[in-house]
């Protein structure tokens, strides 16, 4: 085994083969009979009468396809799923394969970063998207399984959007893709290739199938340590809020280039900006504590090209 593919293989089954193997109505049923019963494994017949084939040869044959790669047998008890299996499943309930959902752009909290506009969510090819209604800047423009859409109203989708984004970023920070799972990199860049309307952006990318995810430099903040302590002191819980509605994680107006090679960036936090504004309109999201005992402040926060916070300031108005 090399040192470079620790992966080895003698009976893996070829992608085509794979999608052939799924590619059944019966097999489907048969997947999602198994997902959905109480308990597992199931037996011959039992899993028989649920998928509603007579023939027991013929439901043999669909079995036998889907050993041992999406189910398995165990011995007289019967089948159950394999991880292959659920995630066929899986993909099916988040609407990959089968849903093309249209969503009516709707107002979410906040407001443009840039211009002060309104801030409409928008959703096309299972992309999310966050735009100012006035001037078009994006908030956000990340992945979101139609499956997501389904059983929540526009205010929770806006929020587990929120929740989506933060931790597909920490996620990607930490070197793990998360669509393949696959080596992430990250880098911090400064030209116009992000769709985002950022000149200073990390771009995080995957080595294994070229997934990539941008984000203003702030947003990798949102989850570092020091930071997240500083806020608190100040009488801020940033997980309470949309990221969006926090200028620093989307704008690259708070974000200085000290150095390019090697790169040190600084982001400046104003505090004050975050507590006077009111979070409470019925999202669900709780309010901000804020007032005359947290005094505003800003946060002075120095990364390397790795994002690593350097250098952390706390500077009481
Ligand atoms: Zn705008
Ligand atoms: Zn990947």
């Not at 794979?18 to 198994?34: D, G, N, P, Y």
Request: contains cysteine.
């Amino acid at each position: 085994m090399s040192e470079a593919n620790i992966q080895e293989c003698d009976d893996c089954v070829a992608p085509a083969e794979a999608f052939s193997v799924v590619a059944s109505e019966t097999r489907l049923a048969i997947l999602e009979a198994l997902w959905e019963a109480d308990d597992r494994p199931v037996r011959f017949s039992e899993l028989r009468r649920t998928v509603g084939m007579r023939d027991s040869a013929q439901f043999n044959y669909h079995l036998d396809k889907l050993t041992p790669h999406f189910i398995h047998q165990e011995d007289e008890d019967g089948y159950d799923l394999r991880h292959a299996g659920k995630k066929v499943v899986r993909a099916v309930l988040a609407g990959e394969f089968n849903e093309t959902p249209t969503v009516e752009p709707f107002e979410v909290q906040g407001s443009c970063a840039d211009c002060g506009g309104d801030l409409f969510a928008t959703y096309a090819d299972e992309m999310l998207s966050i735009e100012c209604v006035d001037c078009g800047s994006l908030h956000g423009h990340y992945s979101f399984p139609p499956g997501g859409l389904a059983d929540r109203t526009r205010e929770e989708v806006a929020r587990a959007f929120d929740q989506r984004v933060r931790h597909l970023h920490c996620l990607a920070a930490d070197g793990v893709c998360p669509e393949c799972g696959g080596p992430m990199s990250t880098r911090i860049r400064r030209d116009d290739a992000s769709p985002l309307d950022l000149d200073v952006y990390v771009d995080h990318t995957c080595g294994r199938c070229d997934h990539h995810l941008f984000s203003s430099v702030g947003l990798s903040l949102l989850d570092q340590s020091d930071v997240v302590t500083a806020h608190r002191a100040h009488g801020v819980d940033l997980n309470s809020r949309p990221y969006w509605t926090l200028q620093w994680c989307v704008s690259d107006d708070h974000t200085e280039v000290l150095s390019a090679d090697p790169w040190r960036v600084r982001v400046t936090i104003p505090l004050s900006a975050v507590a006077e504004s009111d979070p409470d309109d019925g999202a669900g999201y709780p309010s901000v504590l804020g007032g005359d005992d947290h005094p505003p402040g800003t946060i002075h926060v120095t990364v390397d090209g790795d994002l690593q916070v350097t250098d952390i300031a706390v500077e009481d108005d």
